[in-house]
């Protein structure tokens, strides 16, 4: 009961939110503000430390680098499909500094599924199936959403798509 009473009330309060109405807890404690990023193409990614994606830090912080003028990227840890990120937040920060460079938004560590869903990405959910994105929208780790400058989804990528493939890029050009 408590779950249906949450995930209404979140339902009806994000349904009419834009992206921008979003501020959530950083990696390294300070807040991430969405209406920062007007103007700005978002891609929001929900990450892991061990997944078989877990390389495409490389590439997200590669495109970070390159776009960065135009575009955002936001990481969201997030442990949901095979227990992939199990560390703390202080853990995956240094695992994603060492190990990759990653220079670019960690949000803190969040459910992007299930009862305990984030409510941003239940926001993303719902948008994406405004754009005709299939249930579930997310099935593992590093799937991305690109949010236009306007706050506006425009695309959900599979997290088989490379950062740094054309399919990711034409938006940016």
Do not use: R
């Amino acid at each position: 009961m408590k779950a249906l009473l949450l995930a209404l009330f979140f339902s009806f309060f994000v349904m009419g939110s834009s992206i921008y109405d979003f501020k959530i807890a950083g990696l390294d404690g300070k807040e991430i503000n969405f209406s920062n990023y007007k103007g700005k193409k978002i891609l929001v990614v929900n990450t892991a430390s061990q997944c078989g994606y877990t390389p495409q830090y490389a590439d997200l912080e590669k495109l970070y680098e390159t776009y960065k003028d135009k575009l955002v990227i936001i990481g969201f840890p997030a442990n949901n499909f095979g227990a992939q990120e199990p560390g703390t937040n202080t853990e995956i920060a240094s695992f994603c500094k060492k190990n990759y460079g990653v220079t670019f938004p960690m949000a803190e560590k969040v459910s992007v599924k299930g009862d305990d869903i984030h409510p941003i990405f239940k926001y993303l959910d719902e948008e994406a199936k405004k754009i005709g994105a299939q249930d579930p929208i997310i099935k593992w780790n590093f799937t991305k959403f690109l949010i236009d400058e306007n706050g506006k989804l425009v695309k959900v990528f599979p997290s088989k798509v490379n950062p740094m493939s054309e399919e990711i890029t034409v938006f940016l050009n």
